[in-house]
Every structure is written in C-alpha cells, then in structure tokens.
C-alpha cells in the first residue's frame, strides 16, 4: 500500500521575512522623509497649530455664505452625477469588446485603453480638462468621466464574463438574435451587479469632486480653495462641514441602495 506525503505547511520563514521586508521598508521611508519631529511637538509648534484650528471657529453661518455653500454642494453633486452617468455609458459600451463580445481581436486594445483610463489619477484628468475646456464644474465631470470610464468598463467587463453562459445559449438554440438573447439572458444577471458598481463609483467620485475644485473643476473644492487662499477661516469651516454632510448623505443613500440591490444579485 503505497503513502503519500502530506503536504507541507507553508514556512513560516517567508512570512517572517515579508513582515521585516515590509517594516524596513516603513523605517527607511520615514528616514528618507527626514522629518524633525521635535520641532514638530515643540510647543510653539503646537500654539501656532492650536491658533490655526481656532480660527476656524465659528464657522460662518450668515445667509450670503450659507447660500454660496449651497450652490456649491448642488455642483459638486451634479459634477459627480455627470461624470458618473457619463462613465456607466462608456464603461457599458466598451465592457462589450473588453469581454470578448465584439471578437478576440478586439478584446486586447479595448482592455488597454481601459487600463489606461483608469491608471490617470482623477486630479491629473481634471488639470487636463481644466486646460482642454476652461475652468468651470465641465472640466470637473469630465475628468470623472475619464477616469471612472476605465474603471466601471473593466469591472463590468469581468461580470459580463463570469455570468452563466448557459441562458443565453438557450435562447439562441431557440431561435433569438444575439441582441435579444444577451438583453434577455445576460443583462438581467449582469444589471444588478452593475448598478451596485455604478452606485458605489458615483459615492466615490462625490469625495473626489470636493478636491478637484482645486484644480479649478467647480464645486465645493474650488469654493474651499478661495477661501483658504484669502486666509478666511471661518468660512473654509463652513465649506468643509457641508463638504462632510453631502458625503454623508450620499454614503448613506448608496449604502441603502447596494444593501436593496444585494438580494437580487444573490
């Protein structure tokens, strides 16, 4: 009766050796940075930064800066929203070719030009737009776009190809066209499973629009960089608190949403 050998555990030597990897790495960044932490907690250091975080208290309520702050939350929300919409169409049509839906051939070069939409960081697109299309909340939504194009067209194009075959397929033995049988067997198991991608990207993108005002794409980041740039405390505090509760509502409204949505994906 022949044996066969277990198999070994896996060494703890490999491990052992990626965490002290890992901490040399941390250890050697913190020495290249050369940061001087005692004049960092001296404590003239630490009254200037208390006089700093006291200035922005307390924020600037008054009607005209309330209704500023309002109008920029709304074109932060529609920059996001734009950019959003704009990418779950692209995304959607590209992830066809991106799965192999339009032939092999095609599939490489739509991935690539996939790959690099999405390696372009969102502020780096917007400093682009702001040059290509003027400063202004456009420039801000298309940079969005771009980005979140390469993203939701890869994530939509790996669910279109693990979907099951098999509903799709029976609907062309029993006579459909390819477009019917893929809107009847294939969207519908793909459709939840993207909205819940598109909702989570466009809570994301609400985050990243409050920073590409900073570039000069619109909404409340180029609002909070006027402020800061004239040393106005007090109504940045304003800027940046409605900054937090848009981000909050919108987490919770996409939160809720992806939860209503996970029942029918399973």
Known sequence: MSTTPAPRPPGRW???????????????????????????????????????????????????MLAKVGWGALQTLAISALGTLLAALAGGLLALPAAGRGGRALRPGVRLLLNMLRSVPELVWAALMVLAAGLGPF????????????????????ALENLPATPERSLREAGSGA???????????????ALAYVLYRWEMNIRMATVLGF????????????????????????????????????????????????????
Do not use: C, K, N
Not at 179 to 193: D, E, I, R, T, V
């Open 215 to 266: 570039v000069g794409a619109g909404g409340l980041g180029q609002l909070l960089y006027f402020h800061l740039s004239l040393f106005q405390q007090a109504q940045s505090a304003t800027v940046l608190a409605a900054m937090f509760v848009l981000v909050f509502v919108v987490d919770g409204f996409s939160g809720w949403a992806r939860r209503r949505l996970a029942p029918a994906h399973a």
């Open 139 to 158: 420039a801000g939504a298309l940079a969005l776009a771009l980005h979140t194009t390469g993203v939701l067209g890869r994530l939509f194009a790996d």
């Open 179 to 193: 477009a019917a049988a893929f809107a009847y067997g294939s969207l519908p198991l793909l459709a939840p499973q």
């Open 14 to 64: 490999a491990g052992a050796l990626l965490a002290l990897a890992v901490l040399a790495a941390v250890i050697a960044s913190f020495v290249y940075l050369a940061i001087d932490y005692r004049a960092l907690a001296a404590p003239e250091s630490l009254r200037q930064m208390g006089r700093f975080i006291a200035e922005f208290f307390p924020p600037d309520v008054s009607a005209p």
